[in-house]
């Protein structure tokens, strides 16, 4: 990729001393650990409200499965386990909150090495980065942890005269770890078509390249999901599936940026040629008499 003598002359004057890389490094590091115990600290005065909203689709789980919902129970076994509980929750949902900031001082950071139009072209990924982990997100809570828990609820066994009552009491570490396991796998699948964007644009993958490895995307994005979700069907397909529709728009995506350097490179060459063809022609040398 050729560069311009203004792009070389823009670097140039961003460059410093590493002292001051260092500096600067450590004014972001400030603002995102102070952006994350701010949000932390909020998090944890309403961890509480924030537990009870992700036990709603625990709620709709039991309705499910033709259960009272008002009769949901969580309990715990050790004194401290919801005090931890709490704080897990807290830093779950402060580095949520803190991302954009965070996300926003990294970019502030590495923005002074990149050229004009390499920003202009990372802007775009890191707003639709966050824009992707919330619809992951919302997926599992609207709909994958509902039925992940109709699916374990589904085993409860009715005590009679032959067989004894089993029922199911999930501790409250234990729900939340399921729910975030679930946010997480989601959230990072989501990210798919980011990161093979950002590789299309370097130039380190391909459409080509993704289409041809299709097959063997089915098979990792199975085997993930049976590392990443709990051990049972449900979810483990329900991770799955989406990751293989996130492929395939990660490769129309890498297409649509193949095809936007194409058009860039061709408007760069007319231009050169134009250039070329508008330099006036060296005289013909006089002949001596």
Known sequence: MSVSDKDKEEIEKSSAPLIEHLIELRRRLIWSLGGFFIAFLVCFFFAKRL???????????TKWAGLDPHKVELIYTAPQEFFFTQVKLAMFGGMVVAFPLIATQIYKFIAPGLYKNERSAFLP????????????ASLVYFFFTPMVMWFFLAMQQVGTNDQVQISLLPKVSEYLSLIMTLIFSFGLVFQLPVVTSLLTRVGMLSSKALAEKRKWA???AFVVAAVLTPPDPMSQIGLAIPTILLYEVAIWSARMIERSQERERLAREARESGAVSETPADPPPTQAS
């Open 51 to 61: 537990f009870n909203l992700l036990v709603i689709p625990f709620k709709w789980a």
């Open 218 to 220: 089915i098979v990792i």
């Open 125 to 136: 990924f890191l707003i639709a980065s966050p824009i992707l982990f919330l619809m992951g």
